[in-house]
């Protein structure tokens, strides 16, 4: 049979003590936040904040895309459908208009939010009221403009093929300027869409063509390698995806290292509302050893990040 040992409690008079002197610390009176008077600008505010990891991922991704910005590099925002439906198309839009976000790339879903923001004005149905009765994602209008969409997609990609055709027809789309993907083609931004068969409620009606769409979000994926082939002094703003853009992410980047491009000093970050294990991985530690991570509100934080990289690119 083992022998239990017996312990003594432990002699403290001969611990080592040192000064609070010759100890490291994390936080300084430098550091603290200075409150902002009530008439400050924003540029005031920013500068009235704590010094501490957010605060400075924040700053170093808001300086990241202003100077690829100014080196002519891409920065790319990959949003999931949720940062359509917090209204936030107009900011990232604003952002290709500065010229400071140069390709946009969505899934499915972000896809049928900003679409139908453009034809409708409204968007982003509740399933609870809809799903038992079988018409959850049975609207047709939104099914016919996609799935035409992916057939023209066939030979410009499915990104292209929705900005297109809400930018030819005014008619149709009387809010064509609250698109993301209608400002990408307006502007001549790369957009894609990459496509998960079966995740969309437009794959559900009849006239869905899965040739048509798996072409159409192929010749995307293709498209978003040749960006990422391009991203050496780039950044990558992965906002609201969880699974599909991360993944999509991962073999772009791989597509374009085994092509030969030298992506070391790519900037990621990742906003999210919950830090995920995929975007974790994918985006931020396994491609870059400069990933970012900023947890929030997408609709608190993509406008603050906005404002502070136009601070930096005005700021010379």
Same mark, same amino acid.
């Given at each position: 049979?083992?022998?239990?040992?017996?312990?003594?409690?432990?002699?403290?008079?001969?611990?080592?003590?040192?000064?609070?002197?010759?100890?490291?610390?994390?936080?300084?009176?430098?550091?603290?936040?200075?409150?902002?008077?009530?008439?400050?600008?924003?540029?005031?505010?920013?500068?009235?904040?704590?010094?501490?990891?957010?605060?400075?991922?924040?700053?170093?991704?808001?300086?990241?895309?202003?100077?690829?910005?100014?080196?002519?590099?891409?920065?790319?925002?990959?949003?999931?459908?949720?940062?359509?439906?917090?209204?936030?198309?107009?900011?990232?839009?604003?952002?290709?208009?500065?010229?400071?976000?140069?390709?946009?790339?969505?899934?499915?879903?972000?896809?049928?939010?900003?679409?139908?923001?453009?034809?409708?004005?409204?968007?982003?149905?509740?399933?609870?009221?809809?799903?038992?009765?079988?018409?959850?994602?049975?609207?047709?209008?939104?099914?016919?403009?996609?799935?035409?969409?992916?057939?023209?997609?066939?030979?410009?990609?499915?990104?292209?093929?929705?900005?297109?055709?809400?930018?030819?027809?005014?008619?149709?789309?009387?809010?064509?300027?609250?698109?993301?993907?209608?400002?990408?083609?307006?502007?001549?931004?790369?957009?894609?869409?990459?496509?998960?068969?079966?995740?969309?409620?437009?794959?559900?009606? =009849? $006239?869905?063509?899965?040739? &048509?769409?798996?072409? *159409? /979000?192929? #010749?995307?994926?293709?498209?978003?390698?040749? !960006?990422? @082939?391009?991203?050496?002094?780039?950044?990558?703003?992965?906002?609201?995806?969880?699974?599909?853009? =991360? $993944?999509?992410?991962?073999? &772009?980047?791989?597509? *374009? /290292?085994? #092509?030969?491009?030298?992506?070391?000093?790519? !900037?990621? @970050?990742?906003?999210?509302?919950?830090?995920?294990?995929?975007?974790?991985?994918?985006?931020?530690?396994?491609?870059?050893?400069?990933?970012?991570?900023?947890?929030?509100?997408?609709?608190?934080?993509?406008?603050?990040?906005?404002?502070?990289?136009?601070?930096?690119?005005?700021?010379?």
């Amino acid at each position: 049979m083992r022998r239990r040992k017996t312990y003594q409690p432990v002699d403290l008079s001969a611990l080592r003590l040192i000064s609070i002197g010759e100890r490291r610390h994390k936080v300084r009176l430098e550091d603290l936040a200075v409150p902002a008077a009530p008439e400050a600008g924003l540029a005031e505010f920013f500068e009235s904040l704590p010094s501490t990891p957010v605060t400075s991922a924040l700053r170093e991704l808001a300086l990241a895309m202003a100077q690829a910005a100014k080196k002519d590099a891409p920065v790319v925002i990959a949003f999931g459908g949720h940062v359509v439906k917090c209204g936030l198309g107009p900011v990232i839009t604003d952002l290709m208009e500065r010229g400071i976000v140069t390709a946009v790339a969505t899934h499915g879903a972000g896809a049928i939010h900003d679409l139908e923001l453009a034809f409708h004005g409204e968007t982003s149905e509740d399933p609870a009221l809809s799903m038992r009765d079988g018409l959850f994602g049975m609207v047709e209008e939104t099914a016919g403009y996609l799935n035409d969409a992916a057939r023209l997609g066939r030979h410009r990609g499915m990104g292209q093929a929705i900005g297109d055709l809400i930018n030819e027809d005014p008619n149709d789309f009387p809010h064509a300027d609250k698109s993301v993907l209608a400002a990408a083609s307006r502007l001549d931004c790369t957009a894609t869409v990459h496509v998960a068969l079966g995740a969309d409620t437009v794959h559900m009606h =009849p $006239e869905a063509d899965g040739a &048509a769409i798996g072409e *159409a /979000a192929l #010749l995307d994926f293709r498209k978003l390698c040749a !960006v990422v @082939a391009d991203m050496a002094d780039g950044v990558w703003l992965n906002v609201g995806s969880a699974v599909i853009l =991360p $993944e999509v992410f991962m073999k &772009a980047y791989t597509v *374009a /290292a085994n #092509l030969g491009a030298k992506l070391d000093r790519m !900037v990621t @970050a990742n906003l999210d509302q919950i830090q995920h294990y995929r975007p974790r991985e994918n985006v931020l530690a396994r491609p870059t050893q400069r990933g970012l991570a900023l947890t929030g509100h997408h609709e608190l934080l993509l406008p603050l990040l906005r404002h502070l990289v136009l601070l930096e690119m005005a700021s010379e």
